[in-house]
């Protein structure tokens, strides 16, 4: 169990700039979220992959935003057209639901910490 | 609308003390989850225990126990013995059989005192 890895660790852009993380789970995890995390804040929810498809996005999301999971192991999130707004923690998380589902606990990556100048 | 509530933005307690955290929630599914993250200043989010709706007994690891309150829709942690390490934010997280959005509360920060 190597954990989950996210990359970058930082990311500084400017504002209207595109950026893309990667979030690689646990090998045999089969469910992968996405959360944004800002300052004093718990996580939020913004969308949910079971393999290779994203079941769940939340309204959080909007049309710049854009994740995939293509071979469901490592997810990407990108932002578009960045926005000061944007700044935060975005953290991945992993679990293998298989046989317990939404009842598994969430693994998490250290996070990407995004800074829009 | 599902929702955490976490009324305790600060808690102190005296080292070897026992802790109570707050969680209250809101949901109108009869199937859900309720799970407890710690996240120290380290940043990393660590999953301490999970308490299943139809659970008859509550949950326990270790010095961690969630006290379940179903009725009241309360799910509260209480760490026992306290210890240094223990200073962290805490999350309080809910998953519903419905869907697959979690919730997360607004943290309580925790803070042990030598």
């Known amino acids: 169990d190597t954990g989950v890895s996210q990359d970058p660790r930082h990311k500084i852009t400017k504002r209207g700039q595109n950026v893309t993380f990667r979030c690689d789970p646990i090998?045999?995890?089969?469910?992968l979220y996405w959360y944004r995390q800002t300052l004093g804040q718990g996580p939020e929810f913004l969308t949910y992959?079971?393999?290779?498809?994203?079941?769940?996005k939340s309204r959080l999301l909007s049309d710049r935003f854009s994740a995939e999971r293509p071979k469901g192991s490592f997810s990407t999130l990108e932002i578009q057209r960045t926005e000061q707004g944007d700044s935060a923690m975005y953290l991945c998380a992993s679990s293998n639901g298989r046989d317990r589902g939404f009842r598994t606990p969430q693994h998490f990556g250290d996070g990407t910490r995004l800074s829009i100048l | 609308a599902q929702k955490i509530t976490q009324t305790q933005p600060g808690m102190f307690v005296q080292e070897k003390e026992a802790v109570t955290l707050d969680c209250t929630y809101d949901?109108?599914?009869?199937?859900?989850?309720l799970f407890w993250y710690k996240q120290p200043s380290s940043g990393e989010m660590i999953f301490l225990i999970y308490q299943g709706s139809y659970d008859q007994q509550n949950a326990t690891e270790g010095r961690y126990s969630l006290n379940f309150q179903k009725a009241r829709k309360s799910a509260n942690l209480v760490i026992s013995a306290s210890q240094l390490g223990d200073s962290a934010m805490y999350f309080c997280?809910?998953?519903?059989?419905?869907?697959?959005?979690?919730?997360f509360g607004t943290g309580t920060s925790l803070t042990v005192i030598p």
């Open positions: 090998s045999e995890h089969n469910r």
């Open positions: 949901t109108s599914d009869p199937s859900y989850g």
């Open positions: 997280a809910m998953g519903r059989n419905t869907g697959n959005q979690f919730y």
């Open positions: 992959f079971q393999n290779e498809a994203q079941l769940e």
